[in-house]
């Protein structure tokens, strides 16, 4: 059926059924009802990319993340997904496995089907193709990826990566460690240098020191880390606890603690950072930093949503805005 069919069958013009489904114009409730009572006899289905390009609005929003693998993603999505649900938007959901190229494509992809905004997870330091969309006029939320120059340009969203590489540090410190590594992340990642510049500082602030030989760093992965644990425990003074700067890497630390017959965490402490759901499956279930992933998805929706109606009302984006969420220590019995 189209539109011109479901006017005849209600007796009405074209611009009287086109006025019902956009919901912008006043039509009486008499009237509503006819057509309404017409649209369910014939079943009649909008032609959503018409509507779009009349509105100039899809009601889709794109999320981009390196991969649904990644443990930390399927609860910050579901975070988005619901917000996004609620206001009526659909989401469409990119796996970048974090190569430009995909992602280049899946944003060329997205601006032909007119996608209302961006939220991404997977920006690298240097990603022009994606930080321009804001430049183009396309609603973006960086959402824990980003570069200090980002924040005031662009609608950011993260966690306080200093603080939690410094209360997980300072908690092993009370907890009476005093040889504390670290499995640190990729360098090019701002929340991992954040998450170390917290590790560092805590450090100092209780006059330890931090051999060079106690920071294990990402190679291939996180499975360099198992490897990388051997090594360290067999120096001639090997730590008594390891910060890692996420549940994954903590994992694979604990695995090869294991194999080597430590004990945890009598004799290696182990805490982590994600509160990831396997990290309290694991034995010992994992002590670690929780980020409020649910929530910070669902803050990323709502930042999209208010830059989507501000630029809908007044023809350009709003004023960028920073949201930070504060962490919480989860005790398990990877420490004491």
Known sequence: MNLKQVAALAGVSVSTVSRVLNGKSYVNAETREIVMKAIRQTNYQPNALAQSLKMGRSNTICLMIPSIENMMFPKLTRGVEDIARKNGLTVFLCNTDEDAAVE?????????????????????????????????????????????????????????????????????????????????????????????????????????????????????????????????????????????????????????LHDLGLRIPEDVAVIGVDNVSMASMVEPPLTTISQHLYRMGAAAANSLIRQIEYKEKNGVLPKPERTIFSSDLIVRRSTN
Not at 171 to 195: P, V
Not at 228 to 248: R, V, Y
């Open 104 to 256: 280049k494509a899946y944003i060329e992809t997205m601006k032909m089907r007119w996608i209302d905004g961006f939220i991404v997870c997977s920006i690298a330091s240097d990603a022009p193709h994606i930080r321009s969309l804001r430049t183009e006029g396309y609603p973006l939320v960086l959402v824990n990826r980003f570069e200090a120059s980002d924040i005031g340009k662009v609608d950011t969203v993260a966690a306080d990566n200093y603080q939690i590489g410094y209360d997980a540090t300072q908690y092993l410190i009370r907890t009476g460690h005093k040889r504390i590594a670290i499995a640190y992340g990729r360098d090019e990642l701002l929340l991992y240098r954040e998450r170390r510049r917290g590790y560092l500082q805590a450090l100092a602030d209780n006059g330890l020191p931090c051999p060079e030989a106690y920071t294990m760093r990402e190679t291939n992965g996180n499975n360099g880390f198992y490897y990388q644990t051997k090594e360290l425990m067999g120096l001639d003074n090997p730590p008594d606890a390891i910060f890692c700067s996420s549940d994954p890497k903590a994992f694979v630390v604990m695995h090869a």
